[in-house]
């Protein structure tokens, strides 16, 4: 069992940023891919953003690459997401999510492959 805790979220200006952090509890997190998602009232919840259980593979929605950047420390059973250049249309509440692979550099972007969720917390930027 992994407990996630979302922090980080919070209002701010377009152009400025943010960092969410995610702490696991449980001394298995090196054994999970970790992911960053959200979801925008009325949409459904999209992937932002993944990182394989060693940290050394990542992927980004189209829509945040060069803005945004998953990170993690097994040490501190943390994943973070630096967010960057923030427009309106980032405003959502943010998930990470954890999935048990197997592979020590493979990740997923599909919701349903994901074991265990944070409580999500919410971004909103002000144009």
């Known amino acids: 069992q992994v407990q996630l805790v979302d922090t980080g979220g919070g209002l701010v200006q377009a152009g400025g940023s943010l960092r969410l952090a995610c702490a696991a509890s449980g001394r298995t997190f090196s054994l999970y891919a970790m992911g960053w998602f959200r979801q925008a009232p009325g949409k459904e919840r999209e992937f932002v953003a993944g990182?394989?259980?060693?940290?050394?593979?990542?992927d980004y929605a189209e829509s945040v690459k060069g803005r945004f950047t998953i990170s993690r420390d097994n040490a501190k059973n943390t994943v973070y997401l630096q967010m960057n250049s923030l427009i309106f249309e980032d405003t959502a509440v943010y998930y990470c999510?954890?999935?048990?692979?197997?592979?020590?550099?493979?990740?997923?972007?599909?919701?349903?492959?994901?074991?265990?969720w944070g409580q999500g917390t919410q971004v909103t930027v002000s144009s």
């Open positions: 990182i394989s259980r060693s940290g050394g593979s990542t």
């Open positions: 999510a954890a999935d048990r692979a197997i592979s020590p550099v493979g990740l997923t972007t599909t919701p349903t492959s994901y074991d265990y």
